[in-house]
């Protein structure tokens, strides 16, 4: 049988065989696009930050259950076993040969007590109360952790989309400046040009081609910054894949809304007040040290031989006993005060930072809406620019090429043409970023 018959055969079931390896690798192909979204997800699921501050809030609820455990009675076992040495009795001194009195040489004795607290000056239930909020803080963190972390991704990812944008233009530009040193090249035989010309075009197409390695490299360098981030390997494929909506302007509400906004979801707030609540909670715990302390005890034994109690038996014995144990510190009258003290300035100190955090997050509302703003007139004004320097371009290159100018002069024009590109691309990501850095601080990001 011959590979044509085997084809034939067998041809039609080799699409089916190698649908799942086509498939894995359109997948591979279309992993190279990702959205901003598609970044935050996998950031929210591989950042190695956002998974320490989960760990984090794992424990945090366990505190909570070790907390509530505290109200459970304390339930012990013991037991001992023991060797007992002769007892001498020194009936005529020290210095005289004692009479052994005879003792059983074997001792065991077995029990089991406990206790269960049913005041201590409200310190379990405390307890239980700071613990609660150190766990709501540690969610609180964890929001605030992933929304830096999701802003840190924008940055790198609008930074690989800014330098791929220069990539494209630089490289068109370039192309262009080959024409045209291939253009000024055909003048100089012609005899109607110098060779300085010549040398001039050509230093200006070299540093173009620095230029673009520069910024292959960057693009290399924020590639690798934003994988790492999301906890992909740093060499992945990853092209940003940015709609037009994306770039486009957004329309902005009023301040005093993204102050309302800042007042009830800025995570710097709500960090502030929970850490403010645990410093209450301490202050309260402190002041309970000079509370008695009740609990009801009980406690049962077996041993042998009956050696505590006067006459002696050797004889298994059992002893119990229940009751309330009532506990005064009374020092704690006295060396308490300071710690009250202690615990009374750090909530104030608290206090004044909860109010420095709020005067922040309002400045940084503030500022971050002004700039916003700043940056969408910068568009506007390098759309313009552009205009203008693609106008004076084709008027310089005329004149050039029909010797009433300077090759400076095209140079010059060439060098605006192609700023004023790059200034249009970057007032587009800058205007994004600032945008993100208000949603961040009112914590909507």
Not at 132 to 151: D, F, N, P, V
Not at 314 to 322: I, T, V
Request: glycine share 4%; hydrophobic share 35%; proline share 3%.
């Amino acid at each position: 049988m011959n590979f044509e018959t085997i084809k034939r055969m067998f041809g039609w079931c080799i699409p089916l065989l190698l649908s799942p390896f086509l498939s894995d690798a359109q997948g591979v192909l279309n992993d190279q696009k990702l959205t901003i979204n598609q970044i935050w997800m996998m950031a929210d699921s591989n950042n190695k930050k956002n998974q320490i501050q989960q760990l984090q809030v794992e424990a945090s609820d366990a505190h909570v259950k070790v907390s509530k455990a505290e109200r459970l009675p304390e339930l012990a076992a013991e037991g001992t076993l023991a060797h007992v040495f002769p007892l001498p009795i020194y009936e005529n001194g020290l210095f005289h040969t004692p009479a052994q009195f005879p003792v059983v040489s074997k001792y065991y004795k077995v029990g089991a007590d406990a206790y269960l607290n049913l005041y201590n000056g409200g310190k379990t239930n405390t307890e239980i109360a700071a613990s609660k909020t150190e766990s709501a803080l540690s969610s609180l963190k964890k929001g605030q952790q992933q929304q830096e972390i999701h802003y840190v991704a924008a940055v790198y990812f609008y930074d690989v989309y800014r330098n791929l944008s220069y990539q494209s233009l630089l490289q068109q530009d370039i192309k262009e400046r080959e024409k045209q040193l291939a253009e000024i090249n055909q003048l100089y035989k012609n005899g109607t040009i110098l060779k300085s010309d010549v040398l001039r075009a050509e230093l200006r197409l070299s540093k173009q081609r620095m230029l673009l390695t520069e910024i292959e490299n960057s693009i290399k360098i924020a590639k690798q910054k934003l994988n790492i981030l999301i906890g992909r390997e740093d060499d992945a494929a990853l092209v940003p894949q940015i709609g037009e909506s994306e770039t486009d302007i957004v329309a902005l509400k009023q301040i005093e809304d993204y102050v309302l906004e800042a007042n009830s979801s800025s995570y710097q707030m709500q960090v502030s007040e929970k850490e403010q609540e645990l410093s209450k909670l301490k202050l309260k715990t402190v002041k309970a040290n000079v509370l008695p302390t009740l609990g009801f005890f009980a406690e049962y034994m077996y041993a042998y031989p009956q050696i505590q109690f006067y006459p002696y038996a050797l004889s298994l014995y059992s002893n119990g006993m229940a009751g309330l144990k009532l506990k005064i510190p009374i020092s704690s009258w006295y060396t308490n005060q300071h710690k009250v003290k202690e615990a009374a300035i750090k909530l104030k100190q608290q206090e004044v930072e909860d109010e420095e955090v709020k005067d922040q997050v309002r400045q940084q509302v503030k500022e971050n809406y002004i700039r916003y703003k700043e940056s969408v007139q910068r568009i506007g004004l390098a759309e313009e620019n552009i205009k203008q320097a693609t106008e004076s371009y084709r008027i310089v290159q005329n004149t050039y090429f029909n010797q009433l100018s300077l090759l400076t002069d095209l140079l010059d024009a060439e060098t605006q043409l192609l700023q004023s590109k790059f200034e249009l691309t970057t007032a587009k990501v800058n205007a994004k970023i600032q945008y993100y850095q208000l949603l961040k601080t009112t914590g909507n990001l």
